[in-house]
């Protein structure tokens, strides 16, 4: 199973951005996703997750109202859309797959991650 995280970039404050993950390997669709992100210094932080469905989604506080997770089960890709964005959502992003079907929000219930993808924010 690979993960290929892509959509990074340099935005301005407010700004809006999507990121997308495509997953290559077996059974996508029996899976819950997640995305993560770790500013320099500071720890990996949940950020999103979905279940295998896309019929439930769960996401930090510091970006509800602000991030939208989605999947097509077809494309075996996850995405995760950033509206509003602030200078502290800065950090390399990374997509995870889920131990599970539903969703999880610890990294020790994913056990395939992506490369990353930076996501710099500009005040």
């Known amino acids: 199973v690979q993960l290929q995280a892509s959509g990074g970039g340099l935005v301005q404050a407010g700004g809006s951005l999507r990121l997308s993950c495509v997953v290559s390997?077996?059974?996508?669709?029996?899976?819950?996703m997640g995305w993560f992100r770790q500013a320099p210094g500071k720890e990996r932080e949940f950020v999103a997750a979905i279940s295998w469905s896309g019929d439930n989604s769960y996401y930090a506080d510091s970006v509800k109202g602000r991030f939208t997770i989605s999947r097509d089960n077809a494309k075996n890709t996850v995405y995760l859309l950033m509206n509003s964005l602030k200078p502290e959502d800065t950090a390399v992003y990374y997509c995870?797959?889920?131990?599970?079907?539903?969703?999880?929000?610890?990294?020790?219930?994913?056990?395939?991650w992506g490369q990353g993808t930076q996501l710099t924010v500009s005040s």
């Open positions: 995870a797959r889920a131990r599970y079907t539903i969703v999880v929000v610890t990294t020790e219930e994913y056990d395939y």
């Open positions: 390997g077996r059974a996508f669709s029996t899976y819950g």
